[in-house]
């Protein structure tokens, strides 16, 4: 029987996935003030900056909020906000940071 090569590959991808849980994160913004914010799984909902609009970032390669080419955008009226994930896992803890919005 030949073994299929790409299935190893597979479960590999979705172990790396699955792996990145951001359940009961402390949360902090840029400046190390606790947040309000609510994560489940690998994705996280917090209050804009700017307009206390809600915002809901994915903590996923190439998904919003994962880096500064995918950013998580506050879709308030009039607001222009855009938000980055940076975690450590290790400690349990994330920090969100406003960047400037893309141009």
Do not use: W
Request: proline share 3%; aromatic share 8%; charged share 20%.
């Amino acid at each position: 029987m030949r073994k299929n090569r790409n299935l190893g590959i597979f479960y590999l991808i979705v172990f790396i996935e699955v792996k990145l849980r951001i359940t009961n994160f402390d949360v902090f913004d840029e400046n190390g003030n606790v947040l309000l914010a609510d994560a489940q799984g690998n994705n996280i909902a917090f209050n804009c900056f700017e307009c206390g609009h809600p915002v809901i970032a994915i903590a996923r390669d190439n998904q919003k909020g994962s880096d500064e080419l995918h950013p998580a955008e506050c879709k308030g009226e009039n607001c222009s906000a855009s938000f980055v994930l940076q975690i450590n896992t290790n400690m349990k803890k994330m920090s969100i940071h406003k960047i400037n919005p893309k141009t």
